[in-house]
């Protein structure tokens, strides 16, 4: 199985940066999801990352190491709506993907 | 509109007795994924199809059966149900098994056992 670590809670300000962490080890790698969830929804995808590095969608930006077998999901300008549980979840080699327990961001005015 | 429906939106039933939760999909996706999500636990895969036709099993497989008759449908029975099995249910599908594919997730189905 996957072992996924990600911080249960983290509050920030609105217009301020919120950097979430996601370690992870897992038998066989191809690929890293961020999924964003608010309070009753569905989870909807906001990243991939299957190669070292940064990649930039707007405002969220999702960064990748292999080897150290960790991930970060940025959120800069933060916005109220941007108050929801961001789950990082693991392809492993058999293909299915493992979650994480997810992270609640809120943010505060 | 294109996507991923669930059916029922919540549902409480007795211990011991029957339930399928429905799942379709309208995007021809190949690959289709029932997940329960409870508090702490994050989301963990009960039973995956990656075509019609085969299933396989997941991480929390038991007490839970599936079916893929065809490429819209995949729906989710518990033959006799237990509180433990008190969760909210979402269904997913991404295109196919690719490194790339992203699930889209249907609106889950909140499930309460007695």
């Known amino acids: 199985g996957q072992n996924i670590d990600q911080p249960t809670e983290m509050t920030a300000t609105e217009g301020a940066i919120v950097q979430i962490n996601c370690t992870y080890q897992t038998s066989g790698f191809n690929g890293l999801f961020w999924y964003q969830q608010h309070a009753g929804e569905a989870p909807t995808f906001l990243s991939y990352n299957v190669l070292d590095g940064l990649e930039e969608k707007g405002r969220f930006s999702s960064f990748l190491s292999r080897s150290k077998g960790y991930s970060y999901l940025l959120l800069k300008e933060l916005q109220m709506k941007d108050s929801a549980s961001y789950l990082c979840?693991?392809?492993?080699?058999?293909?299915?993907?493992?979650f994480g327990a997810g992270t609640t961001v809120t943010v505060r005015a | 509109i294109a996507g991923i429906t669930q059916a029922p939106t919540s549902q409480i039933l007795a211990a011991g007795r029957r339930m399928t939760l429905r799942c379709t999909q309208d995007m021809r996706h190949n690959a289709m994924y029932w997940y329960r999500q409870d508090l702490g636990l994050g989301l963990r895969l009960i039973h995956y199809s990656n075509t019609a036709g085969t299933t396989g099993k997941g991480e929390v497989p038991d007490g839970y059966s599936v079916s893929r008759a065809n490429t819209d449908d995949f729906p989710l029975t518990l033959a006799s149900a237990v509180p433990s099995q008190t969760s909210v249910y979402f269904c997913?599908?991404?295109?196919?098994?690719?490194?790339?594919?992203?699930?889209?997730f249907g609106p889950g189905t909140r499930l309460t056992v007695l």
């Open positions: 979840a693991v392809r492993a080699g058999d293909y299915k993907l493992s």
């Open positions: 997913a599908s991404s295109p196919g098994t690719s490194d790339y594919n992203e699930q889209f």
